[in-house]
């Protein structure tokens, strides 16, 4: 639903949205521990990257990308979890039965919608060459 929304919204009223969506995200993990969920996390923040990135805010395009990065390696180096926050503590996620509907890695996705041309004004910048640099280090 948030990203039906977002795409109706341009600038800070769409990226009003998308951090009252990471706010939820981080209200119900709020220990960090999303398991699961860093990929769905590391999804939110490329959308708050490429909002920045199409308002010029090379500062947020940056910060956002590199949180985004954090979450998909995450998801992708995890293995198995118990969530610890009061809201999900008596849930688990077992890694063996995880079966994702492309099959491609969080980490590879994300280099994928990294080489939207939007981002071609931080493409450069020392910031984003390591959050390249990163991502192609996780293990395929």
Same mark, same amino acid.
């Given at each position: 639903? $948030?990203?039906?929304?977002?795409?109706?919204?341009?600038? #800070?009223?769409?990226?009003?949205?998308?951090?009252?969506?990471?706010? %939820?995200?981080?209200?119900?993990? !709020?220990?960090?521990? *999303?398991?699961? *969920? &860093?990929?769905?996390?590391?999804?939110?923040?490329?959308?708050?990257?490429?909002? *920045?990135?199409? +308002?010029?805010?090379? #500062? !947020?395009?940056?910060?956002? %990308?590199?949180?985004?990065?954090? &979450?998909? $390696?995450?998801?992708? $180096?995890?293995?198995?979890?118990?969530?610890?926050?009061? +809201?999900?503590?008596?849930? $688990? =996620?077992?890694?063996?039965? *995880?079966?994702?509907?492309?099959?491609?890695? #969080?980490?590879? +996705?994300?280099?994928?919608?990294?080489?939207?041309?939007? =981002?071609? =004004?931080?493409?450069?910048?020392?910031? =984003?060459?390591?959050?390249?640099?990163?991502?192609?280090?996780?293990?395929?």
């Amino acid at each position: 639903i $948030t990203r039906r929304i977002i795409a109706d919204l341009e600038g #800070e009223e769409a990226a009003r949205v998308g951090k009252f969506a990471l706010d %939820l995200w981080k209200l119900l993990f !709020e220990d960090g521990n *999303y398991g699961f *969920y &860093h990929g769905i996390v590391s999804s939110y923040n490329i959308q708050l990257a490429l909002i *920045y990135a199409q +308002m010029g805010n090379a #500062e !947020e395009t940056l910060a956002y %990308l590199e949180e985004a990065a954090l &979450h998909a $390696t995450r998801a992708d $180096t995890q293995g198995s979890v118990q969530y610890t926050a009061f +809201m999900v503590n008596r849930c $688990t =996620f077992d890694k063996s039965t *995880y079966i994702t509907n492309s099959g491609e890695k #969080e980490s590879d +996705m994300l280099l994928r919608q990294m080489e939207v041309g939007c =981002f071609d =004004f931080v493409r450069e910048d020392a910031r =984003f060459k390591e959050i390249v640099k990163r991502l192609e280090k996780v293990e395929k």
